[in-house]
């Protein structure tokens, strides 16, 4: 079985500062790990994906996440934050086999001047 | 880029009424699964579909719920019955080969039940 733990519904951050979504995960094989973004009122769109290889990922919009096998962790970072950052962020976890996908409860980036 | 189109963006449909989302995959993918997301709350996985029969389901895909693959190119999720609480944004995903590296997304259907 899979889970996966986004620490902090809401995070706020000032407009040119660090952004770190937290997600910790679960899996009995080598997962698979995702971030997604949601805009209100729209689907999901991929950020960036681990699966096997270079721990650290980088995705559209200058996010990065870095899978840390030994903390179980795969937090989403991006240096400078900016306005069009404001959305719905969801992890989710698969694997190489399994087909289905299991997302994390989301976290909501709010980002003030 | 290829995408997964779905049909319609938003749908009203009364309580007690049969709804059908359409969903158009990738023409390559072979793997093909539905997602719910009830306002505010988490993604959850409904079903994955492949070689014409279920392979997983959830809990929530219980009797009232149906996917088909009518054509070459549709797949399809049908409430029987809806309910209140079958209210939510329906996501079709498909992907090329098992497991999770390729999936995409389409942009919703919302089911609203009233």
């Known amino acids: 079985a899979q889970s996966v733990t986004q620490l902090g519904s809401h995070v706020s951050v000032s407009e040119g500062a660090l952004v770190l979504l937290r997600c910790n995960y679960s899996s009995s094989v080598p997962p698979y790990l995702f971030w997604y973004v949601q805009y209100p009122n729209q689907g999901l769109q991929l950020l960036l994906k681990y699966t096997t290889g270079a721990t650290l990922v980088k995705g559209i919009n200058g996010f990065e996440a870095e899978f840390k096998k030994s903390e179980t962790s795969f937090h989403l970072t991006k240096p400078s934050a900016h306005m069009s950052d404001a959305a719905e962020y969801f992890c989710?976890?698969?694997?190489?086999?399994?087909?289905?996908?299991?997302f994390g409860t989301g976290t909501r980036l709010q980002v003030t001047l | 880029e290829p995408e997964v189109t779905q049909t319609p963006s938003h749908q009203v449909t009364q309580m007690g009424q049969e709804v059908i989302l359409r969903c158009v995959p990738i023409?390559?993918?072979?793997?093909f699964y539905w997602y719910r997301q009830i306002l505010g709350q988490k993604v959850e996985f409904l079903v994955s579909?492949?070689?014409?029969?279920?392979?997983?389901k959830s809990e929530i895909f219980d009797d009232q719920f149906s996917v088909e693959r009518p054509d070459g190119s549709n797949f399809t999720l049908k409430i029987r019955s809806t309910k209140l609480e079958d209210s939510a944004m329906y996501f079709c995903?498909?992907?090329?080969?098992?497991?999770?590296?390729?999936?995409?997304f389409g942009s919703g259907t919302r089911l609203t039940v009233v």
């Open positions: 023409s390559n993918h072979l793997y």
């Open positions: 579909f492949y070689n014409n029969e279920i392979s997983e």
């Open positions: 995903a498909s992907s090329e080969r098992e497991g999770t590296y390729g999936y995409t």
């Open positions: 989710a976890v698969g694997t190489g086999t399994a087909s289905k996908l299991t």
